[in-house]
DNA sequence: TAGCTTACGGAGCAACGTTCCGTTTCGGCA
DNA sequence: TGCCGAAACGGAACGTTGCTCCGTAAGCTA
């Protein structure tokens, strides 16, 4: 599952310097490419973007999706820790998990075309799902467990399942502006909350 | 809007009868395509599982979206035609919702790939949502108003936005036994009661 | 600086949606 | 029945995509 080397972040340590340059070009290209068109852009357009050929995007990220996890891991990262510092600051446990999705929509509604990726085959994103879920289902289910402990909201729901709707639900919410996915995401969490 | 001619239905009244042979061959073809591969199977697998050329679909549906509707016409009727008969028979206004809402999970879920369809852009798809959205939409409304009539519920949801946060639940469905969309649409639902 | 190793670039392949046009078939009319 | 224009057919061909492959260039080490 690694990037390029054993660990990820360091960029190109131990490799060769025009090894390392074309990596970060890469990172760049692609994170402008996908703020003007979108994650689904065309592999030759980043590598045009970078002033590479699509040998080298290849090399360096074998799949579209480890080119994407790299560049949107810093605000995964972000996501992850705000779970625990919000259950900490937020007035409730409930208070807490719906701050944090509100985070997480925020991230997701951001990346055009993000939210389209995190069906599990999604032709070759398989492993942009796995690092999604492998990173947020821990922090949500926490939250989650938080919540129902502290008698919020009803037990039984899956994270993972929550996380997957919340994605889901913010599928296509550009170029439709009729269709706010907040909104259903507040009524999933009101559907959540106890009853009582 | 039309399929072929004026109206739909009749197949290929009027038509030449090679014309009309070739579009039922089609329509049986897709409808056998589609449950195998899924509504994005290639255009190529449609036109030789009917025994016909490249030519000959897109003179009768210039669009595949046309051809998905064409052949799921009959059910997306028959779950329009089921929202008035629910709120007649069922024991309040909410539950026939909840029956529509099923009815309309079961339709997308059965259909492989379908739901994915559902937005607005989806790369030509476009007919397809509108056909969704200007059968279905009326239906939901009537629905939802009766439900918040009988003040079972909160006003101020849209139709439109239900309709689609479902469909958009439904996406990605098979091929992950862990994700079940019909647990977060029941939250969903839940959600809209008046929290009395 | 020589030479081995690493990385580069882009031509090339397969699959797809869609278009286009030469060929075939139909069916009304003499 | 035979003719002929219109209607419909089929599939080659085009443009675009993801991805591979290998001859060439650059970097690093000794």
């Known amino acids: 599952m690694e990037t390029t080397e054993g660990q990820v972040g360091g960029v190109g340590r131990g490799k060769r310097a025009d090894a390392a340059r074309n990596q970060e070009k890469l990172l760049a290209a692609a994170a402008q490419v996908f703020v003007t068109s979108g994650v689904d852009a065309p592999v030759r357009q980043i590598a045009a973007e970078a002033g590479v050929g699509m040998g080298t995007i290849y090399r360096h990220f074998p799949t579209r999706a480890e080119l994407v996890v790299a560049v949107f891991r810093h605000q995964v990262e972000e996501c992850a820790e705000a779970g625990p510092r ?18 997480f929509v925020d991230f997701l509604v951001t990346k055009h075309g993000l939210a389209n990726t995190l069906e599990p085959d999604s032709s070759g994103f398989a492993a942009l799902h796995s690092y999604f879920i492998d990173r947020l289902m821990p922090v949500a289910e926490h939250l989650l467990d ?43 969490l009101r559907g959540l909350q106890r009853s009582s």
């Open 146 to 188: 938080a919540a129902v402990e502290a008698g919020e909201i009803r037990p039984g729901t899956r994270p993972y399942e929550l996380l997957r709707g919340i994605g889901n639900l913010c599928i296509g919410h550009e170029s439709d502006t009729d269709y706010d996915p907040r909104r259903l995401i507040d009524l999933l």
């Open 86 to 103: 919000l259950l900490a600051e937020a007035g409730s446990p409930f208070e807490a998990l719906r701050a944090w999705v509100d985070l």
